[in-house]
């Protein structure tokens, strides 16, 4: 394992060339999470399986997860990677925080921290195409959040589940805690 300090040093005097990591109780096909691994370093990765001693080199290829049935992996594709996604096929960057597993049972609180500083605002006038709606999904704060894509349905990422367009209504209705709208889809 390499030391994060080292690894920084090394990244600063611009000698890595490639990422090697290892799937020791798989093929070393890239997975998805890899895969955004990939695009994010910018640089080629080496995957290994240690135990059969094959291994894969894939390099950047500009790969976007798709917004409906990517796995959920904390922090790589969850509930904000998704918001993020979406809203940047609209031209919108959002950040990527830095978040901890459980988050929202450790004292944090990532949506009311950040979210109206990215240029949203709260709105009380009925779903809109595009809308960001945050839940309180069986937590003390907000923790889980969805885009609403019109006709009643909402795209969102729950833990242990694949990302999905579902019925916005029933439990996600009554979880539901703010509505924004970007001020740049504001007409």
């Not at 003390?140 to 349905?153: K, L, Q, R, W």
Request: some cysteine; charged content about 20%.
């Amino acid at each position: 394992m390499l030391d994060p300090r080292d690894y920084a040093d090394a990244e600063d005097a611009g000698t890595i060339t490639h990422i090697v990591h290892s799937h020791p109780t798989t093929n070393p096909a890239p997975s998805q999470a890899d895969l955004l691994g990939i695009e994010r370093t910018g640089l080629p990765w080496i995957i290994v399986n240690p135990i059969t001693e094959q291994y894969t080199v894939t390099e950047p290829s500009g790969y976007k997860a798709p917004l409906v049935g990517r796995p959920f992996v904390h922090g790589v594709t969850d509930c904000w990677s998704l918001i993020r996604d979406y809203y940047a096929e609209l031209g919108i960057a959002l950040p990527d925080f830095e978040r901890d597993a459980e988050w929202w049972r450790k004292g944090g609180n990532l949506y009311e921290e950040h979210i109206e500083g990215l240029g949203f605002v709260r709105v009380e006038d009925g779903l809109q195409l595009h809308d960001l709606v945050l839940m309180q999904l069986a937590s003390p704060v907000i923790n889980h959040g969805g885009v609403y894509s019109a006709d009643n349905v909402i795209l969102h990422h729950v833990s242990g589940k694949l990302s999905s367009r579902d019925v916005y209504g029933g439990h996600l209705r009554k979880i539901t805690r703010w509505i924004l709208r970007h001020r740049q889809l504001i007409k």
